[in-house]
């Protein structure tokens, strides 16, 4: 079984907030093993391999939303997965309503540190374009 260190994770968490970040579907799937299992959330069936994982990023975080910010906080690292706590700020390009998610997400790891399983749960707010956040 493959085993991941909290800095292989961290990482990892930072290069998908990057990805996230600059709305780069490539970047985000190349995070990915070519079979990864990406449930976006627990009611929905996963997303599997990873060009359907990049096409996911193209029409949702790639294609609707600008002004990104993303963060995160590790909670735990043990064996070949990780657990951290993420939240997301962003503007929908349609409707430039203001866009807050907070989230946790479970990811596991092969041997070259790609994501092989992936799992988020997530409760997401919006606000008015008239919203104006600092």
Not at 60 to 79: C, E, L, M, T
């Amino acid at each position: 079984m493959a085993r991941i260190s909290s800095g292989i994770f961290n990482k990892w968490l930072t290069n998908y907030g990057s990805a996230w970040e600059e709305g780069d579907p490539q970047k985000a799937a190349d995070l990915f093993s070519e079979g990864a299992r990406y449930q976006v959330t627990p009611f929905t069936d996963p997303i599997e391999g990873k060009e359907s994982i990049r096409g996911y990023w193209e029409t949702g975080p790639a294609g609707n939303q600008k002004d990104v910010s993303f963060s995160y906080s590790i909670i735990s690292v043990r064996g070949n997965e990780g657990v951290a706590h993420w939240q997301v700020n962003f503007r929908r390009t349609g409707s430039n309503k203001f866009v807050e998610m907070d989230g946790i997400l479970v990811a596991e790891f092969d041997d070259s540190g790609a994501c092989t399983d992936f799992k988020e749960w997530w409760h997401r707010q919006e606000t008015g374009h008239d919203d104006q956040k600092d």
